[in-house]
């Protein structure tokens, strides 16, 4: 096979690569949600979301009766939404997804159905 020939190979094989290999858009490696991590007890997260929706002021409104997010009505869903909705209002200020270690940072969107949880780059 002559050089040419191989750098016309090498030429398509790297369009090709460059086709097929997909894009992300400025900040999408560097998502982040807060939510309620899975092996904390109810009484605990029930504790933090108290906090978070009170003196922490995140956003509750989505979480309640006859809202978007008050379904799956859950101690563990509600608290997710609110810790996340604290942790995107405030995360600029120095905020933490913590909780007394009852959150953690997920890089997938917990939003679901009509429920939409924040995400503020």
């Known amino acids: 096979m002559s050089s040419s020939s191989c750098l016309v190979i090498l030429h398509l094989s790297l369009l090709l690569i460059f086709i097929i290999t997909p894009t992300r858009t400025e900040g999408e490696y560097d998502q982040e949600w807060c939510i309620a991590d ?12 108290d906090w978070a929706c009170g003196k922490g002021g995140a ?7 006859k809202q978007p997010c008050f379904y799956p009505n859950t101690v563990r869903d509600h608290a997710s939404y609110a810790f996340n909705s604290y942790y995107q209002k405030f995360k600029h200020k120095g905020a933490t997804c913590y909780f007394n270690s009852a959150a953690m940072v997920t890089a997938l969107d917990p939003s679901h159905g009509s429920c939409k949880f924040e995400y503020v780059p």
Do not use: T
């Open 38 to 49: 899975e092996q904390v007890p109810d009484d605990e997260l029930q504790r933090a979301l």
């Open 59 to 65: 956003d509750c409104r989505n979480i309640q009766v």
